[in-house]
């Protein structure tokens, strides 16, 4: 389990109380907006225009890391309304591990299946502390897909690292899902949001979502943060991922990427050698 040494602050956007709900069940659902209007207006006209730039064979669920080749989101990324949501749980020091737009169009949008974030990041990261921060770009309900977790299964089970089945190639955004005895679906929690509100899981926990097969888009933006204690595996994930320092100071020893700069070349190794999705 995460825990933070620190005392709780003024700038902090979550109570105690919900930071220990947040550890005991694997979530928080942040019903407040989480960016003033117009700044929330800026990410999502943002948005709109890399999903515009994407390739014609590109499926827009697929748009991982977009900050490798897109550094303007970092105004985002590394925003105090965001900061905020996460030091509470991880601490001051604070390091962006990942964030991916996960855009399920109206009609054939890709259900997510059954799954923990820890299950692709095992060799990339220790230890295995993740907070996504997963920000509503557009209203996230059960009629379009909305995510479904699976509460306190970070801590339960095989905690954060069960065992996998292959699904055929391109009937889900990922290619594999956690095995049906090992997943009770009977105690689903479905996660919906007005766009501009937002949800933060724990990288451990099981969670997924049903095709979006209505009229209407679902679209979100996960920001994933570690404390800096976390160690990255440098010399496994150098050539394709890089880790950025968001706030306070580093107590790992990482290396970190350069948020004025894009990387292009990491983005492409990832699509020629198979490092989308998670």
Same mark, same amino acid.
């Not at 669920?61 to 897109?70: A, C, G, I, K």
């Not at 965001?82 to 001051?92: A, D, K, S, Y």
């Not at 968001?246 to 492409?268: F, I, K, S």
């Given at each position: 389990?995460?825990?933070?040494?620190?005392?709780?602050?003024?700038?902090?956007?979550?109570?105690?109380? &919900?930071?220990?709900?947040?550890?005991?069940?694997?979530?928080?659902?942040?019903?407040?907006?989480?960016?003033?209007?117009?700044?929330?207006?800026? @990410?999502?006209?943002?948005?709109?225009?890399?999903? #515009?730039?994407? %390739?014609?064979? !590109?499926?827009?669920?697929?748009? &991982?890391?977009?900050?490798?080749?897109?550094?303007?989101?970092? +105004?985002?990324?590394?925003?105090?309304?965001?900061?905020?949501?996460?030091?509470?749980?991880?601490?001051? %020091?604070?390091?962006?591990?990942?964030?991916?737009?996960?855009?399920?169009?109206?009609?054939?949008?890709?259900?997510?299946?059954?799954?923990?974030?820890?299950?692709?990041? *095992?060799?990339?990261?220790?230890?295995? +502390?993740?907070?996504?921060?997963?920000?509503?770009? %557009?209203?996230? #309900?059960?009629?379009?897909?909305?995510?479904?977790?699976?509460?306190?299964?970070?801590?339960? $089970?095989?905690?954060?690292?069960? &065992?996998?089945?292959?699904?055929?190639?391109? +009937?889900?955004?990922?290619?594999?899902?956690?095995?049906?005895?090992?997943?009770?679906?009977?105690?689903?929690?479905?996660?919906? @949001?007005?766009?501009?509100?937002?949800?933060?899981? %724990? /990288?451990?926990?099981?969670?997924?979502?049903?095709?979006?097969?209505?009229?209407?888009?679902?679209? /979100?933006?996960?920001?994933?943060? !570690?404390?800096?204690?976390?160690?990255? #595996?440098?010399?496994?994930?150098?050539?394709?991922?890089?880790?950025?320092?968001?706030? $306070? *100071? &580093?107590?790992?020893? #990482?290396?970190?990427?350069?948020? *004025?700069?894009?990387?292009? +070349?990491?983005?492409?190794?990832?699509? *020629?050698?198979?490092?989308?999705?998670?």
């Amino acid at each position: 389990m995460m825990t933070a040494s620190f005392s709780p602050s003024s700038h902090h956007r979550i109570s105690p109380t &919900d930071v220990a709900n947040y550890h005991r069940e694997g979530y928080h659902i942040f019903r407040q907006p989480v960016f003033p209007a117009a700044k929330f207006l800026g @990410l999502k006209n943002c948005f709109e225009t890399i999903l #515009n730039q994407l %390739d014609a064979d !590109v499926r827009p669920e697929s748009m &991982d890391v977009p900050h490798f080749q897109h550094p303007e989101l970092f +105004e985002w990324l590394f925003a105090d309304e965001i900061m905020n949501l996460v030091e509470p749980i991880i601490g001051p %020091d604070i390091a962006l591990f990942a964030s991916h737009f996960i855009c399920k169009p109206k009609g054939n949008g890709k259900r997510v299946p059954w799954h923990e974030d820890s299950h692709y990041w *095992q060799t990339m990261i220790n230890p295995m +502390e993740v907070v996504t921060v997963w920000l509503a770009i %557009d209203p996230a #309900n059960t009629e379009n897909g909305c995510m479904r977790v699976l509460p306190r299964t970070h801590t339960s $089970g095989k905690m954060g690292f069960s &065992d996998y089945d292959a699904l055929k190639p391109g +009937e889900a955004v990922f290619n594999d899902e956690i095995k049906s005895s090992q997943r009770d679906v009977s105690k689903l929690v479905p996660i919906e @949001l007005e766009a501009n509100q937002c949800s933060l899981h %724990d /990288g451990r926990i099981i969670h997924g979502s049903e095709p979006n097969l209505s009229t209407k888009r679902r679209c /979100g933006y996960t920001m994933r943060y !570690v404390s800096t204690r976390t160690r990255a #595996n440098h010399e496994q994930i150098g050539a394709w991922h890089h880790l950025y320092l968001a706030r $306070g *100071q &580093d107590h790992a020893g #990482n290396r970190y990427g350069d948020p *004025q700069r894009a990387y292009p +070349e990491l983005a492409r190794f990832r699509s *020629q050698h198979g490092k989308n999705g998670h």
